[in-house]
């Protein structure tokens, strides 16, 4: 077995992660828990990691949930290092917590359940209170009502469907769909040519993007501009995706009816047309599972066979095995690294019996199988070459 070979790992969390995902890492290969120093792999659900030291150790990040706006991904991108994370592993949870939105906001659930807590007396004072006053929360059906969906990835795709089966027309709007989202998109899902065609013929707003530069305050004094009268905008996104001046301005002027997020503020508190949930958006028991085995059997195949699936960072790569010897590179996107890393090779006699290089925006990454052992003077070479973030040699798949 080459000195350089490593076929034990730490594993550190920050959060309480679902058993059932941790109890995927091989017992005898995996040392796993709260207190680990130097991890190869830190495992994450909201922990806030953008002010933290994180190891000189560190391999991967693995973020149990879809959102990474808690993980410093630009620095470790920086050392080479991805951020995974598990897309779609919530998206049921979410979906069903958005049509828990629908339904309070449509018929003012919230609203109602406020007015029966303040009723005294006894039974029949309460009833005639009750009815004398129920006409002030009638609602709204939702057959034959506009759903418009900005983001139609994993979760908005769900919400559509769900949507459908309650009767609603469903307008979608998400110019970045991937050729796999389309396909599994409903055919009754009608495209928006842009976001102020969706907003301006939708009765309910539903926003199911990750929250970026350019869907920061998407819903905003302009595009609130644009909506009906009486719109229920919902967020189960990211609380930056809206501006909360602006939707408390536009439930002023009535063009907001009801605002029902997952994301808690001062601004937000008591307002009469806000419904605010405590972020429960991934908060079900199968969820925190989903998640967990997604992030673990991700981390699993990263540390043993270098292969990538599901990060914010690196391009996708998966190659399979055709030889126990195997370099992983990071490095930047730059012209001639990949010339240089195979002449590093064929300098230390090293035969190359398989490679593949991929790369994301700036980020790129190649996975090179060997058909003999390589030194670990080979991959410090590697690692010297400019534009080179981080290489290593990983271990044998372990049986």
């Not at 109890?23 to 002010?51: C, Q, T, W």
């Not at 039974?123 to 009815?131: I, V």
């Amino acid at each position: 077995m080459p000195e350089n070979q490593k076929t034990n790992f730490k594993i550190l969390t920050l959060n309480q992660i679902s058993p059932l995902g941790l109890g995927r890492f091989p017992e005898d290969n995996y040392k796993v828990g709260a207190d680990i120093m130097d991890p190869d792999a830190i495992v994450v659900r909201s922990h806030n990691m953008l002010n933290m030291k994180i190891a000189k150790s560190v391999l991967a990040i693995g973020r149990a949930g879809a959102g990474t706006n808690n993980i410093p991904v630009y620095a470790l991108s920086e050392r080479g290092i991805p951020v995974f994370n598990t897309p779609g592993a919530n998206a049921n949870a979410v979906k069903e917590l958005v049509v828990a939105g629908l339904l309070l906001a449509a018929r003012n659930l919230l609203p109602a359940l406020r007015f029966v807590e303040t009723l005294q007396g006894d039974d029949d004072t309460l009833h005639k209170q009750a009815e004398s006053e129920k006409k002030r929360f009638s609602g709204v059906e939702l057959p034959g009502r506009t759903l418009g969906i900005i983001g139609l990835g994993e979760i908005g795709r769900l919400v559509a469907d769900a949507a459908i089966k309650l009767g609603m027309k469903v307008i979608g709007y998400d110019p970045n769909i991937t050729v796999e989202s389309a396909w599994s998109l409903s055919a009754e899902v009608k495209k928006a040519h842009s976001i102020e065609a969706l907003l301006r013929n939708s009765d309910f707003i539903t926003v199911h993007v990750p929250l970026l530069d350019t869907t920061r305050h998407i819903i905003n004094e302009k595009s609130i501009g644009v909506m009906k009268q009486n719109t229920i905008v919902l967020n189960f996104s990211r609380n930056a995706i809206v501006d909360e001046d602006a939707v408390l301005t536009g439930i002023a002027s009535r063009k907001i009816k009801f605002y029902v997020c997952d994301f808690p503020s001062q601004k937000l508190q008591h307002q009469e047309s806000v419904i605010t949930l405590p972020h429960l958006g991934a908060s079900t028991q199968e969820a925190e599972e989903n998640c967990a085995v997604m992030v673990v059997n991700q981390l699993i195949d990263y540390l043993q066979n270098g292969n990538i699936t599901n990060t914010v960072n690196f391009p996708n790569i998966s190659m399979e095995r055709e030889s126990p010897y195997r370099i992983a590179i990071a490095n930047s996107n730059v012209p001639n690294i990949v010339g240089q890393i195979s002449t590093d090779m064929a300098k230390a006699g090293l035969n190359i019996h398989n490679m593949m290089n991929k790369s994301r925006g700036e980020m790129a990454y190649t996975l090179v199988d060997v058909d003999s052992p390589v030194p670990q003077k080979v991959i410090d070479e590697i690692a010297l070459v400019s534009g080179v973030l981080s290489a290593r040699y990983v271990p044998f798949p372990i049986r």
